[in-house]
């Protein structure tokens, strides 16, 4: 886990080269998981690797679905989430999952709630998303907003496959408003010098943290 986290900083553009640590450390040991965007599956091989994790993928690309499946992932389904008739595949399984991973997907959807809410059903009863996303009103981007800049990138919060922008609250509100129950909120700087400026996201989470982590529960009902 060392290496993949060394690999990565705020300049890195390889997606497949990517591993989120907050998000591999919020999914409990010997879950049933779903890996969504799993890309190649940094994420799925550790937590079946070190956790002893049962791990699915959706994934887009069938070059990445396959190097994930290679690597620990069951199934991976070949799923455009844009698209309601590729996602009835999934959806219309009995399967069910204690854990589903949103792992700084949901900005590429057009409707992430809809997506969240298709997700819930193969999430079993009192089951979690485990969701992160990247925060827009980060101080750097609030500083180019400042001077009339807004400049999309091949990577980062600004990101140009990004459709979606959310800052803590409004991520939090869209994801309550999928009739799930919000039980954590972590702000978080996970890559290069940003880590430095992390014991200060508890006080200034809005305007220091790159990204933030929702943890989501099902409700029983």
Partial sequence: MKN????????????????????????PSNSNCLDVGCSTGNLGSLLHKEK??????IEINSSAAKTAKSRGYGEVFEIDLN???NSSVLFSEVKKYDVIACADVLEHL???????????KVLRPGGFFVISLPNVAFVL???????????????GILDRT??????????CQMIKSTGVQIVSVKPYNQYGVLKHISPLDKWF???LAYQFLVIAKKTLN
């Fill in 4 to 27: 993949l986290n060394k690999e990565n900083n705020i300049t890195n553009t390889n997606y497949s080269a990517s591993f989120n640590r907050f998000v591999y450390d919020a999914i």
């Fill in 52 to 57: 002893n994790c049962t791990i699915d993928g």
């Fill in 83 to 85: 698209s309601k008739k």
């Fill in 110 to 120: 057009i409707s992430p709630e809809e997506a969240l809410i298709q997700l819930g």
């Fill in 141 to 155: 981007n609030r500083l180019h907003l400042l001077f009339g800049r807004w400049e999309y990138k091949e990577f």
């Fill in 162 to 171: 990004h459709l979606r922008f959310y800052t803590i609250n409004s991520g």
């Fill in 205 to 207: 989470p809005n305007l």
